[in-house]
């Protein structure tokens, strides 16, 4: 008989850690939390219902001493809407002294008492708020969590929300805030959901005053609290939002418009939309938000408040941003951009603009560019730094409109912006050769640019803002046939500079990017990249290569530029 090696059992637990448990710890859905509602005679209660089913689940001390008090004073409605105070003194009592295992069935209980007795607690739930809320920072199990949150859930449901007041809604959120801190930020997320719940219940016109409250505290560090709070209000089955999403999104953005703390409140919306928009499978199923971003954008572009103007064009940049845009429908990317030309180029809205065209142009189709894609370049040109910005932009994201329509401002305007844009031309015009975009610039236009380069170049000295004239200038050589003859007079410039000179260059190296290392490396590496009849009768490589390493032998620039126009020679 063969000898079979003796298998090791396969493991039936896993071991997770706290924290992986609570990462489980959701809010029970709505269906869950009813289903205790079932048909009962007139004279019967949940809640006797439920502490009959606990005494045959749960032998924790503290439940069954309460279970003993409580089920004659509940033994039909009468009685328990006769003795409710008094059963109530009892939970307390009971909350009190639970363990974990206990804390599940006395607060399961507290669901079906809310649910039978609602509005009758209301003169106690400041009290059980308070008591509730100090079992949140302990380090209750998964079970016992979510049965917390279950409670939480029905207090707001059968007793705050049907009291429509304002007043006693900031007051259970502010509680909230003063616990939240101290919870881990599982627990956090967790009690998130309850509040996201409880957004959905509310009345209409008590809703957006709720929003300005919850989203007000984001700027006191719970800003992962308060975006959670709305993507689970917002959120529904099936990759959809719920319906009340429209009614949250619009006093948010208000709240957003207004608020002092721009930055909590801009990133508050971020994570929301955001998560929305991972949410959502199509633009059909985000329209409830986009919708209401669109109309607020078109609202707000018609004020003289550039501020608002500001913010408002920052939100819409981040929603045609994420995901390349592909929940915006086309009829709205349309509206937007359509608006775009009415918009004032100033100082305060340039940055915001320059995201907005951006992503609104990058999100849309062909069809898009061609109806809007001219209109908003044009304006964006009148400033002429937004429009290189904007060109400059639209070409490192392959803009597929690019060289039908952008190509041809850059054409127009390059040789007027050298002369009062320079730096940032120059910046432009390399950033577009190195992706190959100029490559069918007429002969007039490359003649005009060798035009200025020279005049430029001829009498060069050294500075920073001419040193990276020189770099920008550097990176179009392969348009610019002429240009070594103006680099070796450069190189000689420099070398001539220090030739009697008793100073280290090393200490300019250390000081400036604009150095004489620098210059001779890049200029030396740029000669020798070009065919040597171009130069090879300019450069007196002996003495060069004499100065260079007396002078700046330490430094790897200036030698490896040297090197290369010797292997090129």
């Known amino acids: 008989m063969e ?3 003796q298998q090791r059992p396969a493991k039936r637990f896993k071991h997770e850690s706290y924290k992986d448990t609570l990462k489980s710890v959701h809010l029970p859905s709505a269906l869950d939390q009813t289903k205790f509602d079932q048909e009962l005679t007139d004279t019967d209660s949940h809640f006797h219902e ?28 009468p009685l328990l809407l006769h003795n409710w105070k008094e059963i109530l003194e009892q939970w307390f009592e009971a909350l009190a002294k639970s363990d974990d295992e206990g804390l599940r069935a006395i607060l399961d209980l507290f669901q079906k008492l809310a649910h039978d007795l609602r509005t009758t ?49 900031q ?30 219940r509310l009345k209409v016109a008590l809703r957006e005053g709720a929003v300005r409250v919850v989203a007000s505290s984001s700027t006191g ?9 709305f993507v689970t209000a917002c959120k529904s089955v099936s990759q959809t939002l719920h319906t009340v999403t429209s009614s949250l999104v619009c006093p948010l953005l208000q709240f957003y418009l207004t608020c002092d703390a721009e930055e909590e409140a801009y990133t508050l919306i971020r994570r929301v939309f955001t998560a929305l928009i991972h949410h959502c499978k199509s633009a059909d199923q985000f329209s409830p938000v986009s919708e209401a971003i669109v109309d607020r954008f078109a609202e707000v572009v018609k004020s003289a408040d550039e501020e608002r103007v500001r913010r408002v064009l920052e939100a819409i940049s981040m929603v045609c941003s994420v995901r390349q845009g592909s929940r915006m429908s086309h009829k709205q990317l349309s509206a937007l951009l359509s608006e775009y030309p009415s918009i004032p180029t100033s100082e305060v809205l340039h940055s915001a603009l320059l995201k907005f065209a951006t992503s609104a142009l990058t999100a849309g189709d062909m069809s898009l560019w061609m109806a809007h894609a001219r209109k908003v370049l044009a304006h964006a040109w009148e400033r002429p730094l937004l429009g290189i910005e904007l060109t400059g932009a639209l070409s490192e994201l392959s803009w597929g409109g690019w060289k039908l329509v952008a190509l041809p401002y850059v054409s127009a305007n390059t040789h007027k912006l050298l002369e009062s844009h320079s730096g940032e031309t120059l910046e432009l015009l390399a950033a577009l050769h190195r992706e190959k975009r100029l490559g069918e610039m007429d002969l007039v236009w490359k003649q005009r640019l060798w035009t200025w380069v020279e005049k430029r170049l001829e009498g060069w000295e050294r500075s920073e803002e001419n040193a990276r004239v020189l770099a920008h200038v550097l990176a179009l050589a392969d348009l610019l046939p002429s240009l070594p003859k103006l680099l070796v007079n450069i190189i000689d410039r420099e070398l001539a500079l220090w030739e009697d000179s008793e100073h280290d260059p090393r200490a300019e190296y250390e000081a400036t990017y604009a150095n004489s290392a620098w210059v001779i490396g890049a200029c030396a590496q740029c000669i020798a990249e070009r065919p040597v009849k171009e130069w090879g009768s300019l450069v007196d490589l002996p003495r060069w290569a004499g100065r260079v390493v007396e002078k700046w032998g330490w430094s790897g620039t200036a030698l490896e530029g040297l090197a290369e126009l010797v292997r090129s020679r």
Do not use: I
Request: proline letters at 8%.
């Open 3 to 5: 000898d079979h090696p």
């Open 221 to 229: 560090g719970l800003g992962d609290v308060c975006a959670w709070t």
């Open 121 to 169: 607690l209301a003169p106690e739930y400041p009290r059980v708020l308070r008591r509730l809320l100090k079992l949140l920072p302990r380090s209750l199990s998964a079970e016992a969590l979510t049965a917390l949150l279950a409670t939480f859930s029905a207090l707001f449901k059968y007793v705050l929300v049907p009291s429509v007041d304002s007043e006693l809604l």
């Open 171 to 200: 007051q259970a959120w502010n509680a909230f805030c003063e616990v939240l801190p101290q919870c881990h930020p599982e627990v956090q997320r967790a009690t998130a959901e309850v509040w996201g719940a409880v957004l959905r």
């Open 50 to 77: 439920a502490l009959l089913h606990w005494q045959d689940l749960n032998l924790a001390p503290a439940f069954l001493k309460f279970a003993r008090d409580a089920d004659p004073l509940s033994a039909s409605m």
